[in-house]
């Protein structure tokens, strides 16, 4: 039983260390019982830290995940009027997003894990707070100081064991919070200075989202002209839909010229 | 006699089963020391699952020491070996 029995060990020593030491062993249980406290409420506040983690790179996914969706629209557009080289560079930016966002959604599932166990553990230790504090009155009321001490011990190790774990559980999730945060920072760092808000938007001579709007004027003046020499009034999905028939790749080519000259 | 899974809570283990669980806790013991992470990972959560599976979880609010106490199920081997040899995963 050598891993097991060596783990226990070295932890209960742990545990007992942290455990005290009073002149009347029942004053023992009440300072014990302020740590529990204590350490309640740190696991909480862990909670509160790993969800609020959590609901940043939800933010950031959810960021990104509409700029993926815009850059999908618009290579669908740039397709639809025969633009395969615009359709081409929205989706290759695209495809960078994909990565970005399928490497917070991993760190999104350890965080919701992380978070998880921290509240597992924080039930577990209210749990036997709440025994605790029950056994301590019980043994105050019942024992004398010297009678109570085997008493004591047994509750003390019990919960100082639970203590030793949960410590162990927030600094885990400590850890891998902090590391999640870094990145998180830095994620953020790049939708603030634009690198990924701005992908589509103004700033480049050779702009999707520019190009695009300026062929679907001129495929909007086009489809209004058919409209009226047909009699009928313009459908306004007519051109998003990339269905309209009347302007032939070739004309749209020409317009395109015309709209950058 | 009882075991702690850190992280998860307490189970009540018979004496009977304490021969299959010292076998597992060998493999494990041994891949620790030759580092060999796949041999760990594998015998290590059939340690763990051996002692869900075969013990009797106790409530929360059960106050008891553990006889014996193994690491979170999500522990590297580096981590054990930490928790064997140094200060750095139990807090004072």
């Known amino acids: 039983?050598?891993?097991?029995?060596?783990?226990?060990?070295?932890?209960?020593?742990?545990?007992?260390?942290?455990?005290?030491?009073?002149?009347?062993?029942?004053?023992?249980?009440?300072?014990?019982?302020?740590?529990?406290q204590d350490l309640l409420v740190k696991v909480?506040?862990?909670?509160?830290?790993?969800?609020t983690s959590r609901k940043r790179v939800e933010l950031q996914i959810n960021q990104l995940e509409q700029q993926s969706n815009k850059l999908?629209?618009?290579?669908?557009?740039?397709?639809?009027?025969?633009?395969?080289?615009?359709?081409?560079?929205?989706?290759?930016?695209?495809?960078?997003?994909?990565?970005?966002?399928?490497?917070?959604?991993?760190?999104?599932?350890?965080?919701?894990?992380?978070?998880?166990?921290?509240?597992?553990?924080?039930?577990?230790?209210?749990?036997k707070v709440e025994a605790f504090r029950t056994r301590k009155e019980t043994i105050k009321a019942t024992y004398t100081a010297a009678e109570a001490q085997t008493r004591i011990n047994e509750a003390m190790s019990g919960i100082g064991e639970e203590m030793g774990d949960v410590g162990m559980a927030i600094q885990r999730a400590e850890d891998k919070t902090a590391q999640m945060q870094a990145r998180a920072g830095a994620v953020d760092?790049?939708?603030?200075?634009?690198?990924?808000?701005?992908?589509?938007?103004?700033?480049?001579?050779?702009?999707?989202?520019?190009?695009?709007?300026?062929?679907s004027k001129e495929s909007d003046v086009e489809a209004e002209l058919a409209a009226l020499k047909s009699g009928s009034s313009p459908s306004p999905g007519a051109i998003e839909g990339g269905n309209n028939t009347q302007a032939t790749p070739a004309q749209e080519e020409r317009q395109k010229e015309e709209g950058q000259a | 006699m009882i075991v702690r899974i850190l992280g998860e809570g307490q189970w009540e283990v018979?004496?009977?089963?304490?021969?299959?669980?010292?076998?597992?806790?060998?493999?494990?013991?041994?891949?620790?020391?030759?580092?060999?992470?796949?041999?760990?990972?594998?015998?290590?959560?059939?340690?763990?699952?051996?002692?869900?599976?075969?013990?009797?979880?106790?409530?929360?609010e059960t106050l008891h020491d553990s006889d014996l106490?193994?690491?979170?199920?999500?522990?590297?081997?580096?981590?054990?070996?930490?928790?064997?040899?140094?200060?750095?995963?139990?807090?004072?």
């Open chain 1, 189 to 215: 760092e790049l939708i603030a200075s634009g690198a990924l808000e701005d992908v589509t938007a103004i700033g480049r001579g050779d702009d999707i989202a520019r190009e695009l709007d300026a062929m």
């Open chain 1, 44 to 51: 909480r506040r862990g909670v509160a830290d790993v969800a």
């Open chain 1, 72 to 127: 999908q629209s618009q290579a669908e557009k740039a397709i639809s009027v025969d633009r395969e080289d615009l359709a081409r560079e929205a989706l290759t930016r695209k495809s960078g997003l994909t990565t970005q966002i399928n490497d917070l959604r991993v760190q999104h599932a350890q965080l919701q894990g992380e978070e998880e166990k921290l509240t597992l553990a924080q039930q577990r230790l209210q749990a």
């Open chain 2, 69 to 92: 106490i193994l690491p979170p199920s999500d522990a590297s081997l580096e981590e054990v070996r930490e928790l064997l040899e140094d200060e750095g995963l139990i807090p004072g």
């Open chain 1, 1 to 36: 039983m050598s891993l097991m029995k060596r783990i226990s060990l070295i932890f209960r020593s742990k545990a007992n260390q942290a455990l005290d030491k009073a002149e009347d062993p029942r004053q023992t249980l009440d300072y014990s019982y302020q740590r529990q």
């Open chain 2, 14 to 60: 018979s004496d009977e089963h304490l021969v299959e669980l010292n076998k597992l806790d060998e493999a494990v013991e041994k891949a620790v020391e030759s580092g060999d992470q796949v041999t760990f990972s594998q015998s290590f959560s059939a340690l763990l699952d051996s002692v869900r599976t075969e013990g009797t979880h106790l409530p929360d």
